[in-house]
């Protein structure tokens, strides 16, 4: 049973709906507090969570006279505190602070805490029936089936909040389920799209945060750069929307106009298109299940010319391919998946690895994780969380020897 919610249930126009933002200091999280600045007779903020940039938390709480505020790193609680001194903004630290500013009864919950860190305070939002929008791609990646299986039985609304997810989730309103042949999701092809193998291999750290299109955080940037992020978006797109990986397909289009298409039965494919800003699924999800001004560019079809595709390159991105095998390998795998990219992508940062052995240290994680036949279904949040650990001690002990590796 899917949590993904039909059409129903509209707000009336003096309904004031509460929000809390779980990560309200990142990239997602300036987008969504931009629209809820744009309209404060709409939205009251009931929490706000950040990881450890105390000063713009602090701004934030004051300018949304937010209820409760949680700052992941427990030891700037008392730098928090002197902040908000003379405010009723209640103050929290460390990872219960952060589950409480989730499970706080707002009614719509923007999930936004980026990695593993963001599986419980996301659950603790679904738990209790909330609109949660999902930006976290881990919370489907490393737990999918448990997330949505908690999301149903509690009654709470999941609302893909990516750009690629809620293109899906607006064009699969236009069949049934059992009228779906295939959905298609959009790439861009980042920044490394026409580039040499032995190029991509050896790119460094500024080239691939240059993306073409997209304005995002660090990390996101790198996983656009290697494919990665696509390959967690299938992952994502088959928890989401319970699709089989064959249901699945990838097209790169350079120009990030169409952000996803479904395919029926009669041949009818219905796609979603807008500028590049985060903004518009952001503001489609706090809006639902009505529609809210956005502050989106108005998209100029005649300006912009022409519309190109391609199919992917699983040599030259070879984290896409791994995305389809680790979801066809299950019980664990797209767990590993996740976690050994992002100890990658970690070293990758810091200088230790080259771009190209990105995708090889999460290769040989995988199969490391396959030969030790420890594969199981998981079903709670403390199981992804083990695998998960577990994944990135393997990924960091095998990273000596990838890094000596040549392509």
Known sequence: MSAVPLRNNRLAASDVRSVTVLG???????STMDLLRASPERYRVEALTANSNVEALAKLAKEFNARFVAIADSSKLGELKAALAGTSTEC?????AVIEAGARPADWVMAAVSGAAGLKPALAAVDRGAHVALANKECLVCAGDFFMQRAAKAGACILPADSEHNALFQALASGNRDELVRVIITASGGPFRTWKPADIEQATLEQALKHPNWSMGQKITIDSASMM?????????????A???????VLVHPQSIIHGMVEFSDRSVMAQLGAPDMRTPIAHCLGWPDRINGPAAKLDLAKIGQLTFEAPDFERFPGLRLAFDSLRTGKGATTVYNAANEVAVAAFIAGKIRFGAIARLVEATLDDWIRSGNQAPMTSADDAISVDHVA???????????ALKAS
């Open 24 to 30: 309200a200091t990142g990239s997602i999280g300036d």
């Open 92 to 96: 929290g630290a460390g990872e219960s």
């Open 229 to 241: 992020n696509k390959g967690l978006e299938v992952i994502e797109a088959s928890y989401l929307f």
């Open 243 to 249: 699709l089989s990986p064959d249901e699945i397909d």
């Open 392 to 402: 990135r001690n393997r990924a960091a002990a095998l990273l000596p020897q990838i």
